[in-house]
């Protein structure tokens, strides 16, 4: 069965613990990666665990990973989001892969800051995959298979500037912001009979109470074996690693249609990009200092549930 993990700091020292009912049960040992946390303990040992538990609400609660790791996104990987996007999910026959800055990882529970330049501050609720072990060479990796190179999932929020990742075409910069990236609270560890239950994990993410994505895994476009299979292709992954796996539609950024899209390449570039921060400007759906987002994934029956993500947006004082 699926396992809670929980990365915090007690009375001045990061540790490990396994989560059930508000209470931490300490994990032993000294483990500052999430990639050392992954290497020396494994999800059938850490379910037997007892020991005298501590409060939640004596803890802080860090990110479960840790930022040494890569940080690995993919973008339009849902049906919806990808139509969302002037794209064709049965023509798009490939995965869109960027990197974020693992400096912008945060704890779940983090503010984030909305620097004073940028207009446009999105959201963006992801299933994040957490690597198991080293892969060096191209794999195959199968549905049958998984349970060997994933260690477990967490909720991901991928916040972007989108008035600087789509004019500067700066996926990297409009999405590494410091704070853009919060991870947790949990990393569910998962056991292989739990890997069928990744097809079919409800994620919700609401601003200010108000639900604005809401989908299922069911609908992923590229799966995370396919995924795994190929970016173990391109580059070296490693234990603790962070892949995250798309959003669904929802997000505040419009796209125009793939004909208006096909008129604005025809026009001056400062024409175009005055009307495209125009109809941004006309949003209202854009994060501002004071919103409060909460992002959640589980599955119906509640047997898998990693916990809820509360962000509050505030503004750089810089």
Sequence with gaps: MALNVLHYRYQGRAQWGVIRAGMITPIPGDFPTTAAFLQSNTVEALSGLAGTAIKVSEV???????????????????RQHMIESGMNPDAKHFNM??????????????????????????????LGLVMKRDVTTRESVTEANLHDYVAGIVIVNDYSARDIQIPQMQFYKGKSYRTFGPVGPYLCLLQKDDFGRLRDLQLRLAVNGVIRQSDSTANLVH???ETL???????????GDLIATGTPAGCALSV???????IAALLPEATKWRMFMKVQAARPQYLKPGDVVEARIFSADSEI????????VVEDAA
């Excluded at 960027?98 to 800051?113: E, R, Y």
């Excluded at 125009?256 to 096909?262: I, T």
């Excluded at 549930?305 to 509050?312: A, H, I, S, V, W």
């Design 60 to 78: 802080e609660i860090l990110s479960p990973v840790t930022r040494n790791q890569q940080f690995v996104c993919l973008g339009a990987n849902y």
């Design 97 to 126: 892969v960027f990197t974020k800055a693992p400096g912008c990882i945060v704890p779940a529970t983090s503010d984030v800051v909305r620097p004073r330049h940028v207009r446009f501050l999105d959201y963006e609720i992801e």
């Design 223 to 225: 799966r995370p074996a």
């Design 229 to 239: 299979t190929e970016l173990s292709g391109v580059h070296d992954l490693h234990a």
């Design 256 to 262: 125009p249609s793939p004909a208006k899209q096909r």
């Design 305 to 312: 549930d990693l916990g809820t993500q509360r962000n509050r």
